[in-house]
Structure formats: C-alpha cells, structure tokens
C-alpha cells in the first residue's frame, strides 16, 4: 500500500490515523454487533455519538451557547440557496462581498429569493484581493452580510479582523475551507457554515453554527426538511441523516484534540503556508502566486509557473514523486496546493524539495 501526500482541494486527505480508526471499527462499533452504517439513527448509541460529537465541536470551537450546532446534508451549495429562504423575506435585500468563485455562487444561487446586492467585489483584480472596507456599500437593514472567508479557489483569505463596524449586521460566513484549522471567534458571526469534506471529515456532512435569533427568523413558508429551525429542534435527525459521515467527523474532531486542538493545529497550518509561500516567492520568478500577501490562504496556495509549457511535466513528475492532485482549478489554471489539517508538514516539505529540484532542472 502507498499513501501519496494528497493536496487534494477537496474531498481532501483524512489523518490516516482516523481512516485506520474507521477500519478497525468497520464490522463492528462499540458492542453494538454491526457497524455504525448498520445501526438506525434513532438508537441509543448513534444518538449519543451525535451528541458527543455535537459537544466535541462546541469545546473545541468555543461555540457560545445561543448558538445551535446542525450537521445536515446538501453541502455548502445547498445553503446558498436556503439561507435567503430561512433568513430573509423575498422583498429584503441581502449583502454579498465577493472575494472569489464561491461568493460570486453565493450571491447568484440567492438571487432568486432575495435582492442579492453586491457589497464589494474584486473581480476586476481577478480576485486576487480583499476590498477595502472602505468600498463596501452596505445595505442599511439587510437581511443579512455574506462573506466567503476563505476563497477555495483563488485562495484569498481573511479572517475576523476583517469585519469592523459590522455590529448592527447578522454577518454569514462560508467556511467551507477554513472551519476547524484554527481558533476562529464565532461570536463574530450570526452562522458559520461549510462542508466536512475539507478538515472535518467526508463529503455528505455539512456543519452549520446559527445563532438562535436567526433561528427565530421565518419569514417565508418552507418544508421542514429546508427550515433551520426545524431541523436545530430536532438536533438534525429530523430524517436519516449521514450517519457514517457523522460518525467520521466524530473521528476527525477526536484526532484535532489529539493533535492538541485547534491552536496547536493553526499554528502548524500557518508554518505549513509560510513554508510553501517562502519557496514560491523565493524562486526567482519560476513560481508564483498573483495573491496580495495580506489576504493569503493559508489552506490553498494557487501558484503558476513561469512558462505555462512545463504544466504537464510538473505534474507528472510530482505524481511520479508522491505527490498528488496539485492541479490547478481550471477558473485561475497552473497549480494548486491545498494545505488541510490532515496534510503533515513532511508533506508540505517534500513539496518544497519537489519544486525547488524541478526548478533547478528546468529553469
Ligand atoms: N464554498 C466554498 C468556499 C467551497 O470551497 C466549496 C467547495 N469547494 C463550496 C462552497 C461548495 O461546497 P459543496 O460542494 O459542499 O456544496
């Protein structure tokens, strides 16, 4: 067996400790004579691993009590489009600032059910930069303020520090990439959302952090199954849920304590970033990133290389070295490391050597 290092954007790498975990619990979980797929989502046992997990989550994030913790199904694509639903009436105008590809999906999966107005975008820069707040036209009473914190694709980061003057307004936040790699101060925002798939486990989970006062919104009808409120009611087991995700991310967020928890954990991804930011910028021109340097993800690292023809050879030769899935998304092109909480700083250094040899030979 050989396990590359995987720089996957997403379904990313799991810590092999927990997919080892998993294994040894396939057939049979905790006494219950079958695995946790097998069990209903009713029984006693996968109710307490809910709540355990729920809890787990709650400590490590520092999630203040008015605050609800769901874990439901659709992905982040999903909630773009029940957040208007559940949060804003179809006359209210709700707030968008772009940062990148997914905030511009945001806006637009809103926009039949909400005025989806636009606070800010980069596009012009191509999404290289956050605007500065200065720019930022606000609408007086929105619904809501949506923010993509962390842009996947164009990796433009910011983080809480970002949102000033911003008390009278329920800020939502993506977090798709960012969630659970590193403290983050939820009270910040009124909901938090993002998929496991990322740092937090397997595709099919969708963590959501919803302040209860939003909660108490609803403004439109709506099936229960869509309604927020109904499913926090029903600690988001209103109907089967992915169990055996669920039961992964209860694995993943066991291992982040492990692992010292969420400081320790933000402090080895931000050396993990400045590792593979000092080795782009450090190349004399063969690699780089267009990204202003205050807004750079430290979980995805677009980068291109100086002569878009040596691509395809970079990318066979980093498959040939162990290396995997650096392809680049085609929106921005060339290449793409994504740094999640389950790559190892090992990896982010055979990356390094990688480059800086590949340069050396082709340059
Ligand atoms: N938002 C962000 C920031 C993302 O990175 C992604 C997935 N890459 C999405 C939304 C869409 O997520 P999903 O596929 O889980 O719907």
């Known amino acids: 067996m050989s396990r590359a290092f995987n720089f996957s954007a997403g379904p990313a790498a799991l810590p092999e400790a927990v ?3 998993a294994q040894s619990e396939l057939l049979e979980w905790q006494g219950e004579s079958a695995s946790v797929m097998e069990i209903s989502h009713r029984s006693k046992a996968f109710v307490a691993l809910t709540e355990r997990i729920e809890s787990d989550l709650r400590r490590l994030l520092q999630v203040p009590d008015d605050y609800a913790v769901l874990f439901l199904q659709g992905g982040a694509t999903q909630q773009f489009a029940l957040i208007p639903q559940n949060f804003a009436a179809p006359d209210a105008t709700a707030d968008y600032l772009l940062t990148g590809h997914w905030g511009v999906k945001a806006q637009a999966e809103a926009s039949p059910y909400v005025h989806a107005n636009i606070v800010a975008s980069d596009a012009a820069g191509k999404f290289t930069t956050l605007p500065a707040r200065s720019t ?13 914190p962390n842009e996947t694709i164009h990796g433009v980061e910011f983080d809480e520090t970002a949102l000033t003057n911003l008390d009278d307004v329920a ?29 937090i ?42 169990t055996f995700g669920w039961y992964l991310t209860g694995l993943v967020l066991q291992w982040i304590d492990g ?10 991804n931000q050396r993990k970033a400045a590792m593979l930011y000092a080795a782009i910028d450090g190349s004399g021109g063969f690699y780089s990133n267009p990204v202003d340097p205050r807004y750079r993800s430290w979980m995805n690292v677009p980068f291109v290389l100086h002569d878009a023809g ?3 050879a970079f990318l066979s030769e980093s498959i040939a070295s162990g290396l995997v899935s650096l392809k680049g998304h085609k929106a921005v092109g060339g290449m793409r490391a994504s740094l ?4 190892p700083e090992v990896g982010v250094q055979a990356l390094v050597d990688f480059m800086a040899d590949f340069a050396k030979r082709k340059g």
């Open 201 to 242: 486990g397997a595709a099919g989970v969708t963590l959501l952090i919803i302040r209860n006062d939003l909660l108490a919104r609803q403004p439109r009808p709506l099936a229960k199954i869509l309604t927020y409120a109904a499913q926090a009611k029903e600690h988001s087991l209103l109907n089967t849920p992915n």
């Open 310 to 312: 040596l691509d395809a």
């Open 340 to 343: 999640y909480n389950a790559m």
């Open 136 to 148: 930022w036209q606000l609408t007086p009473g929105a619904a809501y303020l949506h923010v993509t």
């Open 19 to 21: 997919l080892l975990r």
């Open 171 to 199: 800020v939502i936040g993506d977090v798709s990439s960012t969630l659970l790699s590193r403290p983050l101060d939820v009270s910040r925002y009124a909901m938090l959302y993002g998929g496991a798939q990322k740092n």
């Open 259 to 268: 692992e010292g928890g969420l400081a320790a954990i933000g402090a080895r």
